[in-house]
């Protein structure tokens, strides 16, 4: 293995190329950075919250809320379809997984049951998850399946987290950290976001956008009073609309579901107003329900408010429109923000904020780089003293090309520094060093053995390198371990020693063949210098 193949050679020297062209970013200003030519790289080592300052939430989603709002949905919606059909009801009992719906009649069984097939269409994932069931000569269940429940939960959670993914990023907060935390909770962490409050609004807010009809046939006195009709409900008005509740129609006549874009735009005054547009299917359901009701009210419901209530002048079948209100610019932006990144499932509970200020990380910083560099002094220390200055120095000159590649690796790859990840970034140097510890050590006991020089060199490379590889198998697979389970600090840690098992591997073992090759050919030496 001491044979100096020209690949060795080759693959040393690409190592080399790609740890510098990726990590020098790492020495330039955002400005230069940006200045450089498009086909250079251009990105940085990104710091964590604890190195960079920022906010940090655990969220919790609320499921229990989503599941009940849905099921509350489903008797809705059964209501509407059966008295579109004509169909008698006397009663709509809610169940866990759905309702029960009783017949007036039971002769308009039939007619109930195929009524309510539209209920159970495919999805968007193209997934049927609700059935409709006779029980009894006068009862039809409607209800999620099985699997739609159990679903229901985690499938919460995994939606949550890209909608909050989509907020952050308009907010342009640069390398945000979003991971789910056991069953129903989500740890957000936003370095450089100085405004925790900001940051826990834009991410808070539901954003769940509703259309549907004004109930003009009954009183809104009445009805908070406490005489709401079934097939209503009674819902407060944002401060700006002047009006304090608002009787509205149950049935959504379009929800943000179809909303395809929204903007801040002007409306005829010339005031504030957020411009929206729906999707195919919204489009023609907003025109048709529009067509219907020319001359009536229609509410614009916003996690649970109406923030907006005209009158429909004509039908608007263009799928576009614009709510107007007494909008700032910064709260037109907020919401249109909110909308284009889409509705939460479920509501989400802050159960923990902290604040990590740019000192404190740049007090990390610091820590950081000196225990690197007292770990990474120690080690040269060492090799120079146990196997003098050119076994020493080669180990060095890996070691140097190991930090290089790992720093490389994190930028082309995108990964986040955490304080925890400098720990791995230590342990890694070590776990490096100690592949040339074994290998110097085989060495030197075939030398002291009476081998020559070339066969105790390729003797410890070939006889250590099975060990090399069993020490690094072991702990890549700890690392991916802890990557897999853990979370926060641990994933750091265990992401930086990830990548340094492999860059380890090709800086140790490498630089050490082609280093002692080279003088192996040029100095042609008699006796091993570390077997005196």
């Keep these: 293995m001491i044979h100096l193949s020209r690949w060795k050679v080759v693959l040393l020297v690409l190592s080399l190329l790609f740890g510098l062209l990726f990590s020098y970013p790492n020495l330039l200003t955002a400005d230069q950075r940006a200045a450089l030519p498009g086909w250079l790289p251009k990105s940085g080592l990104n710091l964590g919250l604890d190195l960079q300052g920022g906010s940090y939430l655990l969220l919790e989603v609320d499921v229990p809320a989503m599941r009940e ?66 029980q009894g000569a006068d009862r039809v269940r409607y209800a999620y399946s099985e699997q739609a429940m159990a679903s229901m939960g985690a499938d919460a959670v995994t939606q949550s987290i890209e909608v909050v993914r989509r907020r952050i990023d308009s907010l342009g907060t640069r390398e945000p950290s979003i991971t789910r935390q056991g069953s129903d909770r989500i740890v957000v962490q936003a370095p450089g976001e100085s405004d925790p409050a900001q940051l826990e609004r834009v991410i808070g807010q539901t954003a769940q956008l509703t259309f549907q009809m004004v109930d003009v046939e009954n ?55 957020i411009g929206f547009r729906f999707d195919g299917a919204g489009a023609r359901r907003f025109g048709e329900a529009t067509a219907a009701n020319i001359g009536r009210p229609f509410a614009i419901i916003l996690d649970g408010k109406v923030i907006s209530a005209p009158r429909i002048n004509s039908a608007i079948t263009g799928g576009s429109g614009i709510i107007e209100g007494s909008f700032t610019i910064e709260q037109a932006s907020e919401m249109v923000n909110l909308l284009n990144g889409g509705a939460l ?29 007292i770990g990474f002094t120690i080690i040269v220390v060492f090799m120079f003293l146990a196997y003098g200055g050119l076994f020493g120095g080669i180990s060095v000159v890996g070691l140097l090309l190991n930090g290089l590649l790992i720093v490389a690796a994190m930028s082309f790859t995108g990964a986040t520094l955490t304080l925890p990840g400098i720990a791995g970034l230590i342990l890694t140097f070590a776990v490096a060093v100690d592949a040339n510890v074994l290998i110097y050590e085989r060495m030197r006991d075939e030398a002291r053995a009476g081998r020559s ?80």
């Design 219 to 273: 009183s809104v006195q009445d009805a908070m009073a406490g005489a709401v009709p079934p097939d209503s409900e009674l819902i407060p008005g944002a401060p700006d609309t002047g009006q304090a509740f608002y009787l509205v129609k149950r049935r959504i006549l379009v929800s943000g579901e179809n909303l395809t874009k929204a903007e801040v735009t002007t409306d005829q005054a010339n005031q504030t107003a």
């Design 69 to 134: 709002k849905r099921l509350a949905n489903l008797g809705e919606d059964a209501r509407t379809v059966l008295a579109e059909a004509r169909v008698g009801v006397l009663s709509i009992a809610r169940e866990p997984a759905g309702v029960i719906v009783t017949l007036a009649d039971p002769g308009q069984m039939d007619l109930a049951i195929q009524s309510m097939r539209v209920l159970t269409q495919a999805n968007q994932s193209g997934v049927v998850d609700r059935v409709v069931q006779r």
């Design 345 to 373: 499932p479920a509501p989400l509970k802050v159960e923990e904020r902290r604040t990590v200020t740019a000192e404190l990380g740049a007090d990390a910083v610091a820590a950081g780089k000196l225990s690197t560099m």
């Design 453 to 532: 020089v070339i066969a105790s060199l390729d003797a410890g490379f070939n006889k250590a390198m099975g060990t090399i590889i069993d020490a690094n198998l072991t702990t890549l697979v700890a690392a991916l371990i802890m990557f897999i389970f853990g979370a926060g600090p641990v994933r750091g840690f265990a992401w930086t020693l990830t990548i340094g098992v492999f860059t380890s591997m090709l800086s140790a073992v490498l630089v050490a063949q082609v280093g002692l090759a080279w003088w192996l050919k040029l100095a042609k030496p008699k006796k091993l210098p570390i077997a005196e």
